[in-house]
């Protein structure tokens, strides 16, 4: 039989059957080593075991027509595997001869050989093991295993050996197996399914992949996966190939095809994700992978009857599965295996026109969209949206998404916790301590225990209660714009939402920045004159929307004195302001010298996932819990706190808020670079601007601003509006908007403006 390939000689050639005091002398000879030599088993390679005083070794003599770049590459991903496995899973490690080669050449009778020499892990293997394994856990073997090659690469990992799920059409040239029900099974899949198969591979995810993690491979102790052994058939490939090839084994004996797929799938989408092609051409590779065993191992057999026990030993048992799974239900297979792997199947998106309809039919009213003719977004990456028709728009304006649109560690980190656990702050886990412990680490000492929320209006409306519990007061000064949130409690100190409706009795205000300096004395007297004493004053701490400002310190340092002075407790609303959000200074506070009593925390603190937080002394929290009580049933649940502690990672990690400063300086330079006579004043700090847009006579011009909004977005860039007169325009980008976006947004400016 003759395949054409090189690589399929390795196939025709024998194993070698070296002498054991011939590869002793080797060993001395090229790695220095002595000891105890005895046969181990192998398919191309001839096996042994070293015994050593260096510890145990297994001794791989190849055969002539191996590839020395294929032993190279073995050794290679060792090493790789070496330095860059995160699991539990051992592997051999690759021992280097005495010249530091990876593979040596020895030669008898004028034929060499390679050797390689990799170090012996203890382990039974699966297909003997007296313990079992559960589908599940196989599955999970195989994502680490993937997990821990990924990166590896080598010239020739893009070999195709004769295994290679994309050579099944030449299966047919290796002859018949005998049996005739499976003759037609097999011919039937390599003539309908194959072509198929290899065109819906297409475009899914590849990498280098072990390829051959069947139970022969796999190492048992104390009823766990422990080693893998075995790369010599390692290859790049579809990493989808790989997971079929240990669910095609587990199919032996078994009765219900579908339960062992969707455990494998299951298993493997614990801890990586599976797009819904790869589940859906799964098992059609299973099935595709059975022929191999069959038509190679039959082939094999015929051409090495030596060694045929040990070729054909899995042959009977796949034609069996192959049977099996054929007499499956294709849709109702692929369905379970589905479900079984998360996968979601995505509704097409409605037309728009419908959809508009269906809102205002289903959302309750008041709920307005923005813009004149509204955006039908369907999906974000980055600092980028897009809608229905394929347009892209910058998006200048969502803060929330601090890391950007479909970060893929948020991603992972909440998809791999929601299936770890996630549950109520009443048990004792891990995540929400560790969140704790870094949120507090962020901000000033003192400020060192949290509670947590699910959003920033959970947060100010624990704050009141924490503060009147404290003070036994009841008042709340706030900005004469301030929005804090849309609980009963919050709404009251919001009057940038009830517009003239009149304030409750236990709310006074003071001006922003920008106006007369903060008299909170003022605000507190007016409260006084009602009869209520001041409990706190809240600050939005960049007064977003007060018009966007930048405090001046002896503002907030002003202000916090005053309110102390009054018996109240001074609090930071950094919902807008906090996490980088404000520059390199991480928080809207720290502009002045003042520590605030309470922190709050909301918005992008999840990057678009409900987390709010309330941080406070340790002193103030001892005194709310001596008078009152607060629990919230999802508020740092661990998925919540994993997000957390994700969105930090990448904050710090990227240094996003030194950044933002950089790139939010950059903006509003190039703002004040446009000659226009409608800009007003130019402010804010970090990637948190705002542009007061003005009339003619120099006052604000909110109706301008709202055509500004609306004409960026016709040029594809989304920024928003705010203030008093709703006539700053709001520009606040997640903060991974760089320079080189900010031209982007700064030539649509230019062309509204002009
Ligand atoms: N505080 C401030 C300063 C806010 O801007 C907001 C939301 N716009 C909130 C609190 C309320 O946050 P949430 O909408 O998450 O409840």
């Known amino acids: 039989m003759e395949l054409g390939a090189d690589v399929d000689r390795v196939f025709d050639s024998p194993i070698p059957e070296w002498d054991m005091a011939s590869v002793s002398s080797a060993l001395a000879e090229h790695y220095g080593l002595t000891g105890d030599l005895s046969p181990l088993p192998g398919e191309r390679d001839q096996n042994l075991l070293l015994e050593s005083t260096e510890g145990f070794f297994n001794v791989k003599i190849a055969n002539v027509a191996e590839d020395p770049d294929a032993l190279d590459m073995q050794q290679a991903a060792l090493e790789h595997l070496a330095t860059h496995a995160t699991g539990s899973l051992r592997y051999p490690e690759a021992r280097h001869t005495l010249e530091g080669a990876r593979v040596a050449m020895i030669e008898t009778g004028g034929v060499r050989f390679p050797i390689r020499l990799q170090s012996y892990i203890v382990g039974e293997p699966l297909q003997v093991a007296s313990s079992s394994i559960s589908n599940r856990d196989l599955g999970?073997?195989?994502?680490?295993?993937?997990?821990?090659?990924?990166?590896?690469?080598?010239?020739?990992?893009?070999?195709?050996?004769?295994?290679?799920?994309?050579?099944?059409?030449?299966?047919?040239?290796?002859?018949p197996v005998g049996d005739g029900t499976v003759d037609g099974v097999v011919a039937d899949v390599i003539k309908r399914v194959v072509p198929d198969i290899l065109h819906r591979l297409e475009g899914s995810e590849a990498q280098v992949v072990h390829n051959d993690l069947n139970p022969d491979n796999l190492l048992v102790q104390d009823g766990q996966v422990t080693g893998v052994v075995d790369f010599g058939d390692m290859a790049h490939g579809p990493r989808i190939a790989d997971l079929a090839i240990t669910a095609s084994y587990q199919l032996f004996g078994e009765a219900d095809p579908a339960a062992v797929l969707s455990d494998v799938a299951g298993g493997f989408a614990a801890a990586a994700i599976l797009a819904a092609e790869e589940v859906d051409v799964l098992p059609?590779?299973?099935?595709?992978?059975?022929?191999?065993?069959?038509?190679?191992?039959?082939?094999?057999?015929?051409?090495?009857?030596?060694?045929?026990?040990?070729?054909?030993?899995?042959?009977?048992?796949?034609?069996?599965?192959?049977?099996?799974?054929?007499?499956?239900?294709?849709?109702?297979?692929?369905?379970?295996?589905?479900?079984?792997?998360?996968?979601?199947?995505?509704?097409?998106?409605?037309?728009?026109?419908?959809?508009?309809?269906?809102?205002?039919?289903?959302?309750?009213?008041?709920?307005?969209?923005?813009?004149?003719?509204?955006?039908?977004?369907?999906?974000?990456?980055?600092?980028?949206?897009?809608?229905?028709?394929?347009?892209?728009?910058?998006?200048a304006y969502n803060n929330v998404v601090q890391v950007g649109h479909g970060h893929p560690l948020v991603a992972a980190t909440l998809?791999?916790?929601?299936?770890?656990?996630?549950?109520?702050?009443?048990?004792?886990?891990?995540?929400?301590?560790?969140?704790?412990?870094?949120?507090?680490?962020?901000?000033?000492?003192?400020?060192?225990?949290?509670?947590?929320?699910?959003?920033?209006?959970?947060?100010?409306?624990?704050?009141?209660?924490?503060?009147?519990?404290?003070?036994?007061?009841?008042?709340?000064?706030?900005?004469?714009?301030?929005?804090?949130?849309?609980?009963?409690?919050?709404?009251?100190?919001?009057?940038?939402?009830?517009?003239?409706?009149?304030?409750?009795?236990?709310?006074?205000?003071?001006?922003?920045?920008?106006?007369?300096?903060?008299?909170?004395?003022?605000?507190?007297?007016?409260?006084?004159?009602?009869?209520?004493?001041?409990?706190?004053?809240?600050?939005?701490?960049?007064?977003?929307?007060?018009?966007?400002?930048?405090?001046?310190?002896?503002?907030?340092?002003?202000?916090?004195?005053?309110?102390?002075?009054?018996?109240?407790?001074?609090?930071?609303?950094?919902?807008?302001?906090?996490?980088?959000?404000?520059?390199?200074?991480?928080?809207?506070?720290?502009?002045?010298?003042?520590?605030?009593?309470?922190?709050?925390?909301?918005?992008?603190?999840?990057?678009?996932?409900?987390?709010?937080?309330?941080?406070?002394?340790?002193?103030i929290a001892g005194r709310f819990a001596d008078e009152d009580y607060f629990?919230?049933?999802?508020?740092?649940?661990?998925?919540?706190?994993?997000?957390?502690?994700?969105?930090?990672?990448?904050?710090?990690?990227?240094?996003?808020?030194?950044?933002?400063?950089?790139?939010?300086?950059?903006?509003?330079?190039?703002?004040?670079?446009?000659?226009?006579?409608?800009?007003?004043?130019?402010?804010?700090?970090?990637?948190?601007?705002?542009?007061?847009?003005?009339?003619?006579?120099?006052?604000?011009?909110?109706?301008?601003?709202?055509?500004?909004?609306?004409?960026?977005?016709?040029?594809?860039?989304?920024?928003?509006?705010?203030?008093?007169h709703d006539n700053v325009l709001k520009i606040r980008p997640p903060l991974v908007f760089r320079e080189a976006h900010a031209d982007v947004a700064l030539s649509a400016l230019a062309k509204v403006l002009g």
């Open 140 to 175: 999970l073997v195989v994502a680490q295993v993937q997990a821990d090659l990924s990166g590896f690469f080598h010239r020739i990992a893009g070999r195709r050996l004769l295994w290679d799920v994309r050579r099944l059409e030449s299966l047919g040239a290796l002859g």
């Open 284 to 395: 059609d590779l299973v099935a595709a992978r059975l022929c191999q065993t069959i038509v190679i191992s039959t082939w094999r057999g015929r051409q090495h009857p030596d060694n045929a026990e040990y070729i054909l030993g899995d042959v009977e048992e796949a034609g069996s599965s192959l049977l099996a799974l054929q007499e499956c239900d294709p849709d109702d297979l692929r369905q379970r295996v589905a479900a079984a792997a998360g996968v979601i199947t995505e509704q097409p998106p409605r037309d728009t026109a419908e959809l508009t309809k269906a809102r205002r039919s289903a959302l309750a009213p008041g709920l307005g969209l923005s813009y004149r003719q509204p955006i039908h977004l369907t999906s974000a990456q980055g600092v980028w949206l897009t809608d229905r028709s394929g347009k892209r728009y910058l998006d």
């Open 415 to 619: 998809a791999h916790q929601t299936r770890r656990l996630n549950t109520n702050t009443r048990y004792l886990t891990d995540e929400v301590v560790r969140y704790a412990e870094r949120l507090c680490e962020l901000l000033p000492r003192g400020l060192e225990v949290c509670y947590f929320t699910n959003s920033g209006s959970e947060a100010n409306d624990l704050a009141v209660r924490i503060a009147r519990a404290v003070t036994g007061n009841t008042g709340v000064v706030i900005t004469n714009h301030a929005y804090h949130g849309s609980t009963t409690v919050t709404m009251a100190m919001s009057p940038e939402e009830h517009g003239t409706r009149p304030l409750e009795p236990w709310v006074a205000m003071v001006s922003p920045p920008g106006g007369p300096q903060p008299q909170v004395g003022k605000a507190v007297m007016s409260l006084d004159e009602r009869g209520v004493a001041p409990a706190a004053l809240f600050l939005d701490t960049i007064f977003s929307s007060d018009g966007i400002h930048d405090p001046p310190p002896d503002y907030l340092d002003g202000a916090a004195a005053q309110i102390r002075a009054a018996g109240g407790l001074f609090v930071a609303d950094e919902v807008q302001a906090g996490l980088g959000r404000v520059g390199a200074r991480m928080w809207g506070f720290a502009a002045g010298a003042a520590t605030p009593d309470i922190v709050t925390l909301g918005k992008p603190i999840g990057n678009g996932h409900p987390v709010g937080a309330v941080v406070t002394t340790r002193d």
């Open 631 to 724: 629990f919230s049933t999802f508020g740092g649940n661990n998925v919540a706190a994993a997000v957390g502690s994700a969105v930090l990672d990448i904050t710090l990690g990227e240094e996003l808020p030194e950044r933002a400063e950089r790139a939010g300086n950059y903006l509003r330079e190039g703002i004040k670079s446009i000659t226009s006579s409608v800009i007003g004043e130019v402010r804010g700090a970090g990637l948190f601007t705002g542009v007061e847009i003005v009339g003619p006579d120099g006052r604000p011009d909110g109706p301008a601003a709202e055509s500004i909004v609306e004409a960026m977005k016709d040029c594809g860039v989304l920024i928003g509006s705010t203030g008093p």
